[in-house]
């Protein structure tokens, strides 16, 4: 064996070494994000290879065809699927519903001014059982924490992909995942889940001076006489809000007005729109124009989720 010959042998071992420590390398990488051993190495060097030796040729690859066919071959079961789900609108449009738009937009809205940076923005319909690819680049993108805009239990789902995933950082979403239902279906993957609030899911947990404490907590007393079990969620106290303002404002309103007549429903009507420092359980309302909701700070808190329990974040 001349030098000449050595030298060539040990060039292509590294080569092929590096070859197939790439090759390892991409299956624990693949494997540790998706749990999917990722085996066709071979075939993607092969038309690689081929790719290029058309290119050097002048040619265009016969490969750029074959990706293009698959591409809308994909595209088009997953139309057909979308279709037959009658969510082809989600699909194509990536449009989920108002409500995740709204919070999304309300999300913007805020992060600028507070210093946060907005790295990513995936979306899935209602009906979808999986979330895995959505998730796999939001862990590619690294960030120090995700906001789910989804509510009720298909709200748990990015939640679950994201544990599954390993991802370790702050977890926070919205109202709408206050319910029995989503901390069941959400398990150990959404403890530590941040969530805005009223005050009256954690009454018992608020300061003695606060405004709302009494009322949420009579509400809460309330509810479990009849019910047999305290509330789970915030929307059955909206209710009872609703009631404490018209009831209010009726006092108010037949002092001016007889009861069932055109007068008393416009009185009922300045009545509510005059209501100052009401307690209710969700917060102090006072309604002003332009202020529709009639709550200030006072209404909202963060409360996080400690072993399927609801606590008050200070």
């Given at each position: ?27 624990v ?69 108002q409500a ?11 992060a ?23 998730v ?62 009223g ?36 929307f ?52 002003r ?22 606590k008050?974040?200070?």
């Amino acid at each position: 064996m001349t030098w000449d010959v050595a030298l060539i042998l040990g060039i292509d071992g590294l080569a092929n070494g590096a070859v197939y420590l790439l090759a390892g390398l991409g299956l624990v990488l693949i494997f540790s994000v998706t749990r999917v051993v990722f085996v066709p190495f071979g075939d993607v060097a092969a038309f690689s290879a081929l790719s290029l030796a058309a290119f050097e040729a002048g040619r265009l690859p016969p490969t750029v065809s074959l990706v293009l066919t698959l591409a809308a071959l994909t595209v088009a079961v997953e139309v057909v699927q979308a279709l037959r789900r009658g969510e082809a609108a989600a699909f194509l449009l990536r449009v989920v519903g108002q409500a995740r738009d709204l919070a999304y937009d309300s999300l913007l809205k805020a992060a600028e001014p507070a210093g946060l940076k907005v790295i990513a923005n995936e979306r899935y319909a209602r009906a979808d059982s999986s979330v895995a690819g959505q998730v796999l680049k939001i862990v590619a993108a690294r960030p120090d924490a995700v906001f789910g805009g989804g509510s009720g239990t298909p709200g748990a789902l990015p939640y679950l992909a994201l544990a599954e995933r390993g991802y370790k950082g702050g977890l926070y979403g919205n109202h709408g995942m206050i319910n029995a239902d989503f901390v069941r279906v959400g398990g150990a993957a959404v403890d530590g889940l941040s969530v805005p609030s009223g005050p009256v899911m954690v009454a018992d947990q608020l300061p003695a001076d606060h405004p709302v404490r009494k009322v949420a907590l009579d509400f809460r007393k309330a509810y479990q006489q009849v019910h047999g079990a305290p509330p789970v969620d915030a929307f059955s106290a909206y209710s009872y809000d609703a009631l404490l303002v018209f009831a209010d404002a009726a006092a108010r309103a037949v002092a001016k007005a007889e009861p069932g007549t055109p007068q008393f429903r416009a009185a009922l009507r300045d009545a509510i729109a005059a209501t100052r420092e009401l307690p209710g359980t969700h917060g102090v309302f006072t309604f002003r124009p332009g202020e529709p909701y009639g709550l200030d700070r006072r209404s909202a808190v963060v409360i996080r989720l400690d072993k399927g329990q609801w606590k008050l974040v200070p």
